[in-house]
């Protein structure tokens, strides 16, 4: 059993039989601080061919591939979850489990409404401002760049979302993911005088904000760059497609639901993109 703690949330992590230690994601490590909400897992990770008829098949829905589940919450806070899956087999790489552990460890945080959403974010008189979208749409850019305008970065890779209720009020909480960033940052559109950062920014793993707007951003280099309102029918297919599959549909429902339809935005990146660029600070600051 291998232990892991981020922030108040504590998961407890059995491997198959004959898995050593060191072939665990290199990239996992602990949040300083109060980072999620409390919560208890457990999570036992087994071959495929051993899951009992009352195993639910949970398909591709958080990166899992052929794999079926038996889960068990036991209170509020406390959940159990066997995890049936294919096992990789690849000897020689140190992360060979990456791609069961770290998608498991979501699907077990989404039982607490835990959302994780692939997005870029940094902070604005101490909240958050996501920049959410596919792989390549140019988040990152807009992190850095807008860090270099004096915005404190955050993250520039994966947020994790939750609702708290303090006074009385619904707010969104949002905290960098638990990884390690890729060391390499790709982009699928360059546009000409855009420069490609070598290596991933830290994130400010730990720290934890208030989030204020997420803003939906896609490439379009033929079309002129714009900011625009987005109404709620095309907010929770973005939501969708930024959560990249790990996400439960009641939790993308709840986050939406305390957020109000003017705090979600879209960005086109295109034509005259410093121009927009410089309409993205006012409306920040706003």
């Known amino acids: ?9 504590k998961v407890n992590l059995y491997l198959p039989e004959n898995s050593q230690e060191e072939t665990l994601p290199y990239f996992i490590r602990s949040f300083e601080g109060n980072a999620l909400p409390d919560c208890r897992i457990e999570i036992s990770i087994r071959p495929a061919e051993k899951a009992p008829p009352s195993a639910v098949e949970i398909g591709r829905a958080f990166g899992l591939s052929q794999t079926k589940v038996c889960r068990k919450k036991l209170s509020s806070i406390s959940a159990q979850l066997e995890i049936f899956t294919i096992i990789p087999s690849a000897p020689n790489r140190s992360d060979r489990l990456s791609s069961i552990v770290v998608p ?7 039982e607490f409404g835990i959302v994780p959403i692939h997005a870029s974010s940094v902070l604005f008189n101490g909240k958050a401002v996501l920049f959410a979208g596919r792989s390549g749409s140019g988040k990152s850019t807009i992190a850095e760049r807008l860090s270099s305008e004096g915005f404190e970065f955050l993250s520039d890779d994966r947020i994790l979302l939750w609702k708290e209720e303090i006074e009385g009020k619904s707010i969104i909480k949002a905290v960098p993911s638990f990884e390690l960033q890729n060391p390499f940052t790709r982009f699928r559109l360059e546009f000409e005088k855009r420069k490609k950062s070598s290596r991933r920014r830290k994130a400010e793993f730990g720290k934890t904000a208030e989030l204020s707007r997420i803003i939906f951003v896609e490439v379009k280099p033929f079309e002129e760059s714009q900011i625009y309102t987005l109404s709620k029918a095309p907010i929770s297919a973005l939501m969708a497609v930024s959560c990249g599959g790990y996400y439960q549909l009641d939790s993308l429902s709840i986050l939406e639901s305390s957020m109000g339809e ?8 295109g034509k005259n993109e410093n121009k927009i660029f410089k309409e993205l600070v006012e409306v920040i600051r706003q």
């Open 1 to 9: 059993m291998i232990h892991f703690q981020f922030g108040n949330a």
């Open 104 to 110: 498991a460890i979501l699907y077990a945080l989404s």
């Open 262 to 269: 003017e705090k979600f935005l879209g960005l086109t990146l």
